[in-house]
C-alpha cells in the first residue's frame, strides 16, 4: 500500500514545468495575478497616503471622529462582506472584471493606520517652509510628505502585493470566467484535472511562490516590520 | 505673497474622497446590507432592489429572524462552532510551543541560525493555496512524506484528510506550518525586550537553562503570549482556503465544516443568501466580542509595561 519515499530523485526533469504552461489559462493567470497585484498595491498605497496626509497635516473639525471610523473598520472581517461585495461589484458592473479589485483600494484601514503614524513624526516646520514658499497642499503632499515616508511606504507596498498576490477568497467570489482568473484560482482549479499528478501541482505551486520568494530574500526586514507592527493585518 | 489655505474641510475633502468612498461603499454598505439580507429569504438570483425599491423587495422577501431562528434551532451551527472548537484547542497550544521554539532558536546565537532565519518565514509568505496543496501531498496516506516517515519508525499513519477524526488535526497541522514563522517573529520581540541581566543574574545564583526559561522568559513573556493568544482566536475563526482546498464540501462527515466556509457554501453554491448572511453576521459578533476583548486587554499590558 505505502510507497517508500525517494528522498533523492532518480530522475529529475522539468517536464513539469513545460507541461504546466500547456494547461489552459496557466500563463493568462499569472499575468493576470501581477497586473491585480502591482496596481493595486499602487493605488492602495496613494489612497491611503491622502487619507493619512489628510488626517495629519490639515486641520479640520471632525477628523478625529474620521479616524476613529476608520479604525472601527479594522474590526470588519472581510469574510462577512463577501455577499454584499458581491451585489455591489455586480451592480457596478464588475463582476468577473479584474478592475473590481482596484475599486476595492480605495480604503484600506491598516495602511492608513500605518501612514498616519509615519506622518505624525514629520516635522510641521516643513510644510511651513513649503507654504510660504507659495507651493499647494498637492504640491506639498506629493513632493515633501510622500518623500519622507520611504521606509513605512516599502513595508506597505511588500505587504500590500503579497497579500494581493496571494489572496484566495475574494478572487473566488468575483471571477467567474477561467480567463479572468488569477493564479491561485488556476492553481486550485488543477487539483480536479490532476488529482494525483503532485509533480504538476509541486510545480505549479513552486511557481506561484517564485516572485514572493525573490522580494523578500532583496527585502526581508520590510516583510518582517509590517507584520509586528499592531499585529494586524490589512 | 500668496498663501494658500492649510485647514478647513474643504481643503481636506480632496485627499478624503477616495478613501470616504471607499469606507462607505465596501465597509459601511455592506455590512448594513448583510444585515439587511439576513432578515430575508433572498435567493440571489431575483433582483436586489434595497436602494430603489426598499419596501417592495422588503414586503417581497422579508421573514424577520426566522434565518436565526433556524440557525440557531439546527445543528450545523453546533457542528460548526465544535469543529472551531476542535481546531482552537488543538492549534493554539501547539502553535504557542512551535513558535516559542522559532523565537527561542532565531534569539540563539548558535550556529546555522544564519539559514534558519531566512527559511522559517517562507511559509508566512507561501499562498495558503500553495501552501494546502503541498500539504495535501504531505498527508497522502499512499504516497505522502509524513505517513512514509511514521512507517519507517514502525507506526501506521491515519488516513487523515479523508478520516473524520484525522480531517482537523491534519489541518492544524498544516495551520501551525503556516502561522509559527509569523507568531515566533512577534514572541521574538517580546524575547529580546527582555532585559539580559535578568540571565546574568540568575546564572550567578545559579538557575540552569531550564530554570531560567520558567522562571524569567516566561513569566516576562506573558504580554505578548496573550497577546499572540488573542489573535490567534481571531484568526481561528475565520479559517478558510486551507480547509475548503484541502477538505473540500466541509470535510468527511461534516468533520471540517467552520464559519466562512459556510458563509460561502451557502451564498454561491445552495444561493441562500439570507443564511448565509445570518452566519455572517453571527461571525461578525464573535469577533467584534473577541476585539473588545483584545483591546480591553492591550491597555492592561501598556500599564504592565511601565
Redesign the interface.
Known sequence: MLLPVEWIPKNPTLDAYRKLFTIRNFGTSILNSFYVSIFCTILRLLCASMAAFALTKIKFRGSGMVFALYLTALMIPAQVTFIPLFIVMGKLNLLNSLNAFLFLQFFNAFAIFMLRQKMLTINDAYLEAARIDGAGMWRIFFQIILPLCPGTLATLAILSFMDLWNDYLLPLVLLTDRANYTLPLILNSMQGQFSNQYNLMMAGSLISIIPILIVYICAQKYFKEGLTVGGVKG | ????R????R??????I??????L???V???I??LL?SLTSWDGLSQ?TLAGDFQGFMQQHFIGFQNYIDIFSGSELYQVLLNTLKFVVLYIPLMLVVSLCVASILNSKARGVGVFR?VY??P????????S??W??VL????G?L???L?SIGIQGPQWLQSSQWAMPAIVLASVWKDMG?FG??LL?GLQGINREYYEAAAIDGAGKIKQFFRITLPLLTPTIF?VLI?SLINSF?I??QVV?MTPDGGPAGSTMV??ER??KY??KYYE?GT??AF??I??LI??IL?FVQMKLQNKWVNYDD
Do not use: D
Not at chain 2, 505673497?1 to 494658500?4: A, E, F, G, I, L
Not at chain 2, 477616495?18 to 469606507?23: D, I, K, T
Open positions: 505673497m500668496k498663501h494658500t492649510t485647514s478647513g474641510f481643503v481636506a475633502l480632496p485627499f478624503l477616495p478613501s470616504l468612498v471607499g469606507f461603499v465596501f465597509s454598505l455592506p455590512i446590507a448583510t439580507i436586489l531566512v518565514y517562507i508566512v509568505i507561501t499562498s495558503w493555496v500553495a501552501g496543496l503541498i495535501k501531498w497522502n496516506p499512499q504516497y512524506i505517513n512514509s516517515m512507517a509569523y517573529l512577534m520581540s497577546f489573535i475565520q478558510f482556503p482546498i464559519m466562512v458563509i460561502y451564498g454561491f443568501m448565509a448572511s455572517s453576521w461571525l461578525f469577533i467584534m476585539t
